[in-house]
């Protein structure tokens, strides 16, 4: 079997660019990412059959010279499944789009919690190692200490405050969960995200 370098080197690079625009933020760029590499896949299936030769009849083909068919069939199935992801996450983006505006994917407010408080726990083991490590603290350095964790457990406090703002919902739980029409932010008069939506 002998596969076409320009080919091979085609599908090389449409995979290598469809990754690196599949680790970017806004779901449209995720989007043309799945695509690309997903079109860069196909063609390495593709290539990688060999040169054409003929077609699998049933009767009067030599089976040396037929082209295996099961390359074919699954790049035709990784195309449909292409075509149903391309719609689904042109579906996120539009609805993403819609509720706020923009497109990016944000941070998981959990994830950011556990990385927060793993940091703040590590400054302030250092800062407590700093404290303890020499002679007896002056004044001056046990007013920096309670400062400084005073300014640990504020960025906490902030970050909680943050994530209560961000599980405050409508009240609806429908529209909460499934995303209402900015028509319903814009005529509901208790709700703020009216102004944005």
């Known amino acids: 079997m002998i596969m076409s370098a320009s080919l091979l080197a085609t599908a090389v690079v449409l995979c290598a660019v469809g990754g690196i625009l599949m680790l970017t933020r806004p779901l449209t760029r995720i989007l043309l ?8 896949i196909n063609l390495l299936v593709l290539s990688s059959t060999g040169s054409a030769g003929a077609a699998p009849l049933l ?3 030599p089976l040396r010279r ?11 199935t990784a195309i449909v499944i292409t ?17 706020t505006g923009t497109d990016e994917v944000h941070d998981d407010l959990e994830d950011r919690r556990i990385f927060l408080r793993a940091e703040v726990l590590g400054e302030r083991a250092e800062l407590r190692e700093e404290y303890r490590a020499g ?8 007013a920096h200490y309670r400062q400084e964790h005073r300014r640990l457990r504020a960025r906490l406090r902030a970050d909680r405050a943050l ?15 499934l ?14 995200r009216g102004a944005t939506g």
């Open 33 to 40: 990412g799945a695509v690309i590499a997903s079109n860069g």
């Open 59 to 61: 009767y009067g083909v």
């Open 66 to 76: 037929v082209t295996d068919p099961l390359p074919q069939a699954i790049a035709l």
């Open 83 to 99: 075509l149903a992801t391309t719609a689904f996450l042109l579906a996120m983006a539009y609805r993403s789009y819609q509720l």
């Open 135 to 142: 002679p007896r603290p002056t004044g001056e350095e046990r």
């Open 163 to 177: 994530q209560a703002r961000g599980r405050d919902a409508g009240g609806d739980l429908w529209n909460d969960v």
């Open 179 to 192: 995303g209402a029409d900015p028509e319903d932010y814009v005529n509901d008069k208790d709700d703020d």
